[in-house]
């Protein structure tokens, strides 16, 4: 025992530099073992959620009904919208907007540079990655999320950007709509009710509404006034399911509303009905309309005028 404190004392300068050496070395050992344990569980998280991201789901069925879609058409979509969103992320901006319907042109990018304003420069203020998942038929919902995952740890962030695109064909060419924007359907329909001729001339449908082009002509010898402008139940929408949807009837000027004798009036009513392939409008109802609008005017007791209720079938 002597002879080991004697040399413990004799080689203690040593003795503590060898010992300080080894718990330096552990714990260089442990601490190196703590980063890498940490940049695996991180790579991890990142690596999940850019799998998550980047995967374009194909599935056969769509996400609102039962219909099957064959697994060819949809790959064939997907590819695609793929083409769109790499012209939108490389600004090719001409190349983008050659791949829209004309309705799609016509009813909300009439020319390039609002195409390239309202939405590629909108969207894309930097590169994007996305998640496409078919919704019904031929429209799809698109997630467009940032393509720098790393820097925000694998985390989506609030610019994440939710579209519905719909393939649809023009002249044997596959086009798109974008914007949520599904497509214009020409309707030409007509009804002559008490001497009231209605006609609907087409329709716009979105995924959470559809706005009417309607034509009224007046071929009585009254003014006749189709909604007061404030009541959204004044002009319903019904389903194939027989369910009713209001209008925005208090967005159309109303003087639109008010048709003259022999005159005809023209515009476009909105309806509060989410899209479904198979479900569109089927009957609009013009349930109060006032036959003699200056006799509405003078009396006192509006709430008991007669009124009348013009239906229209799709």
Request: hydrophobic fraction near 30%; charge should be negative; glycine fraction near 2%.
């Given at each position: 025992?002597?002879?080991i404190?004697?040399?413990?004392?004799?080689?203690?300068?040593?003795?503590?530099?060898?010992?300080?050496?080894?718990?330096?070395?552990?714990f260089?050992?442990?601490?190196?073992?703590?980063?890498?344990?940490?940049?695996?569980?991180?790579?991890?998280?990142?690596?999940?959620?850019?799998?998550?991201?980047?995967?374009?789901?194909?599935?056969?069925?769509?996400?609102?009904?039962?219909?099957?879609?064959?697994?060819?058409?949809?790959?064939?979509?997907?590819?695609?919208?793929?083409?769109?969103?790499?012209?939108?992320?490389?600004?090719?901006?001409?190349?983008?907007?050659?791949?829209l319907?004309?309705?799609?042109?016509?009813?909300?990018?009439?020319?390039?540079?609002?195409?390239?304003?309202?939405?590629?420069?909108?969207?894309?203020?930097?590169?994007?990655i996305?998640?496409?998942?078919?919704?019904?038929?031929?429209?799809?919902?698109?997630?467009?999320?940032?393509?720098?995952?790393?820097?925000?740890?694998?985390?989506?962030?609030?610019?994440?950007?939710?579209?519905?695109i719909?393939?649809?064909?023009?002249?044997?060419?596959?086009?798109?709509?974008?914007?949520?924007?599904?497509?214009?359907?020409?309707?030409?329909?007509?009804?002559?009710?008490?001497?009231?001729?209605?006609?609907?001339?087409?329709?716009?449908?979105?995924?959470?509404?559809?706005?009417?082009?309607?034509?009224?002509?007046?071929?009585?010898?009254?003014?006749?006034?189709?909604?007061?402008?404030?009541?959204?139940?004044?002009?319903?929408?019904i389903?194939?399911e027989?369910?009713?949807?209001?209008?925005?009837?208090?967005?159309?000027?109303?003087?639109?509303?008010i048709?003259?004798?022999?005159?005809?009036?023209?515009?476009?009513?909105?309806?509060?009905?989410?899209?479904?392939?198979?479900?569109?409008?089927?009957?609009?109802?013009?349930?109060?309309?006032?036959?003699?609008?200056?006799?509405?005017?003078?009396?006192?007791?509006?709430?008991?005028?007669?009124?009348?209720?013009?239906?229209?079938?799709m």
């Amino acid at each position: 025992m002597r002879k080991i404190i004697r040399y413990f004392h004799e080689n203690k300068q040593k003795i503590l530099i060898i010992v300080g050496m080894l718990a330096f070395i552990i714990f260089i050992v442990h601490f190196l073992n703590s980063v890498i344990r940490k940049n695996n569980i991180s790579n991890n998280r990142v690596e999940s959620n850019t799998s998550k991201i980047q995967d374009v789901t194909i599935p056969n069925r769509p996400a609102v009904s039962d219909e099957k879609i064959p697994n060819e058409k949809v790959k064939e979509d997907a590819e695609f919208i793929r083409d769109f969103v790499s012209y939108c992320n490389e600004k090719k901006y001409e190349e983008a907007y050659n791949l829209l319907s004309e309705d799609c042109k016509e009813v909300l990018y009439p020319d390039l540079k609002k195409f390239t304003d309202d939405y590629v420069d909108y969207i894309f203020k930097t590169k994007k990655i996305y998640n496409l998942e078919l919704w019904q038929n031929d429209t799809y919902k698109i997630t467009y999320y940032e393509d720098n995952l790393l820097a925000t740890g694998g985390q989506t962030t609030n610019n994440n950007y939710v579209d519905y695109i719909t393939i649809t064909e023009q002249e044997k060419e596959v086009k798109i709509n974008i914007s949520s924007f599904v497509g214009k359907r020409q309707m030409n329909r007509k009804k002559v009710n008490n001497n009231i001729t209605v006609k609907i001339n087409s329709k716009l449908i979105y995924i959470d509404y559809e706005i009417y082009n309607i034509s009224v002509i007046n071929n009585n010898s009254t003014t006749i006034c189709l909604s007061n402008n404030r009541n959204e139940k004044d002009v319903i929408l019904i389903d194939k399911e027989d369910n009713e949807h209001n209008s925005s009837v208090f967005e159309v000027d109303s003087s639109k509303l008010i048709i003259e004798p022999n005159d005809e009036s023209n515009f476009d009513i909105k309806f509060g009905i989410a899209y479904k392939y198979d479900n569109g409008g089927e009957t609009i109802q013009f349930k109060n309309v006032c036959m003699d609008y200056e006799e509405y005017q003078k009396t006192t007791d509006k709430d008991n005028f007669k009124k009348v209720e013009i239906e229209i079938n799709m």
